[in-house]
Structure formats: C-alpha cells, structure tokens
C-alpha cells in the first residue's frame, strides 16, 4: 500500500475564497473545482506547512508575507484505491487579489455565500471539508477527518467523520 501525502489551502480575501478550476487535461478532478495545493516532495514529508507554502506561490504566485493568519486546520485520511491519502489543509487570509496565472486551471475568487452552489463540481472530500469549515468557521484546534460510510439517515453513504484533534495531556 502507498501513501500519499498531500498540502492545501482554503485562501480569502475578504470574503471571498481563493479556488481553482482545474484545467480539463489534469488527471486529478479534471475540470473540478479545487483548492489551490499539492502533493509534498520527499524533503518536505516532516514540514507540510512549507510544501502548501511552496505550491501557493507556484499555482498563484502569492508569497508567505502575503498570507496572514496561516495555519493548519485540517488533516484529512482517506483511502483511495491502494493507496492511504493524508491531506493536510490550512487556512489563511491574503493581502492582494491580483494572483499569477496558471496552468493547472483556472484561480476564481468566489463569494462565500456561492462557493458551494450545487452546479459547481467540487470533489466529494472538499465538499465536505467546505461544507465543515463553512459551518464552524475557523477553531482553536485541528480537526482530523477520516473517510468512510453513514450509518444514519441513508447507510452506506460516503462522509467524513470529524474529530477535534487534542492532547489528553492538556487540561
């Protein structure tokens, strides 16, 4: 079994959202609607938050000094064929809207009461993740979220369980 580790961002400026409609000739969600990420090079495994850095500044050409108040919100595991996923999500705010152009599609700053319109293909786990953080908005915590099926209302539908991330050690 592989594992693959992966570092995105959910991006604002005011309050819209940063996302990308991928290009129809990537493999990945050709065509979907995405956040702006990638998968971690191997002397990136320890440091994710540095490979999520790295791939904003490669797919918008934004810099760390123009994201403020960055910081991983989520770490999401999944299985996915034979393979185990751990994408690890971050949040932050930008200083500028003006971002690079793309060859992995296309960046849109969506209003955040749009983002999730149901004509917008958006891949099921981000979805989720939006649906989630759109909700409860940012915590003082991580969430982990684990892949798997409903038992209630409709068995046997995909979802995602979440879990606040915490040290029991911590009163």
């Known amino acids: 079994m592989r594992l693959r ?6 991006l604002f400026n005011g309050d819209d959202l940063l ?6 000739e990537r493999t990945l969600h050709p065509g979907m609607w995405a956040a702006v990420g990638g998968h971690l090079e191997p002397q990136e495994l320890n440091d994710p938050e540095t490979a999520c850095l790295r791939e904003i500044h490669e797919e918008t050409g934004l810099l760390p000094h123009e994201i403020r108040n960055f910081k991983m919100q ?3 595991i999944r299985l996915k064929d034979n ?3 751990q994408q690890f999500f971050y949040i932050g705010e930008t200083v500028r809207r003006n971002v690079s152009e793309t060859g992995e599609g296309e960046l849109h700053w969506i209003p955040r009461k749009h983002v999730l319109q149901e004509d917008r293909h958006i891949p099921f786990v981000y979805r989720s993740l939006l649906e989630h953080y759109l909700t409860f908005g940012p915590a003082p915590h991580l969430w982990v979220a684990t892949a798997g099926w409903t038992d209630l209302p409709t068995p046997g539908m995909p979802t ?7 040290d029991p050690n911590v009163i």
């Open 83 to 85: 393979e185990i996923r």
């Open 5 to 10: 580790m992966i570092a995105a961002a959910m």
């Open 160 to 166: 995602l369980h979440w879990t606040p991330l915490l």
């Open 74 to 76: 989520y770490i999401l």
């Open 19 to 24: 996302m990308m409609k991928r290009a129809p």
